[in-house]
């Protein structure tokens, strides 16, 4: 052969004989001629019979197809399958991507779900002192992140300090969309308020919400209030924001017997009330 020429078939069959591979063999070759264009591939459609296939669009793979003289096909990728987790709840999105079985993502904190909670606008563990509700028939709020939609049934603060003497009918605290709409209320919380610990105020029927911000909001009335545990009592923990965004506010005052169907003018409040939803 001269130098620079090229073959004009190719050897794809190996030694299985006992002959020399790289020596073209007659009846053993698939003509260079079948590729035209970058991307070709060169497919059997039988016994010792060759075709040329050409690329594909871009971003389609290449499928069996039994009803095609090559038995393949470019295709658009359907597939859409979402793989079983072999480990806790599913979780959104799809992927064609396999995992190890004992694949996991471990948490680096502790969230609202490990608590027995769908949310909460802090983790707990971070409160570092608590506050009496400053004054009778004040409205006090605090903002919470809703990254789903769920079911709402009871809304939580915790007492470190009970209420005294506090008035029949005249506790309450509610759930309040970030426009500042009611969305529910509980139940009076006259007597749940002189228990320490965790409080559970069941709302007056189950809210199914949106992923969003809300408020939650409590006032109370009596001779003592019940103080709440909050994370920092500095003026930054409404850095950068105003009014009617307050992260944690103090709004209505002069409430009694129910909440306001709508937040009133909100006042910056520097007390991070600790707060819950389940």
Known sequence: ???????????????????????????????QALADAKGDLVVATGADAFTRLPAGTNGHVLKAASGQSTGLQWAAQT???????????????TSLLGAPADHVHPASA?????????????????????????????LYLARIKVPKAITVTNLHVHCTS?????????????????????????????TAWTSLGLQTMALTSA????????????????STLPTFARGTSLSAANTGLAAPNFRFASA??????????????QTALSVAYWVGLS
């Open 1 to 31: 052969m001269a130098t620079g020429a090229y073959p004009t078939s190719v050897n794809v069959v190996t030694n299985e004989l006992g002959y020399d591979a790289s020596v073209l063999q007659p009846g053993d070759t698939v003509l």
């Open 79 to 93: 597939d859409t399958t979402t793989l079983p987790n072999t480990s806790g709840t599913a979780s959104a999105g």
């Open 110 to 138: 502790f969230g609202a779900g490990d608590h027995g909670l769908l949310g909460w606008n802090f983790d707990p563990a971070l409160s570092i002192g608590s506050t009496i509700l400053g004054a009778n028939g004040t």
């Open 162 to 190: 009970v209420g005294a003497t506090l008035t029949t009918g005249r506790n309450f605290a509610a759930l309040f969309t970030a426009a500042g709409a009611r969305v529910a209320s509980t139940v009076d919380q006259s």
């Open 207 to 222: 809210q199914a919400i949106a992923a969003g911000d809300y408020y939650v909001g409590f006032y109370g009335n009596g």
């Open 252 to 265: 209505d005052t002069g409430l009694t017997t129910a909440m306001p169907s709508n937040i009133g003018a």
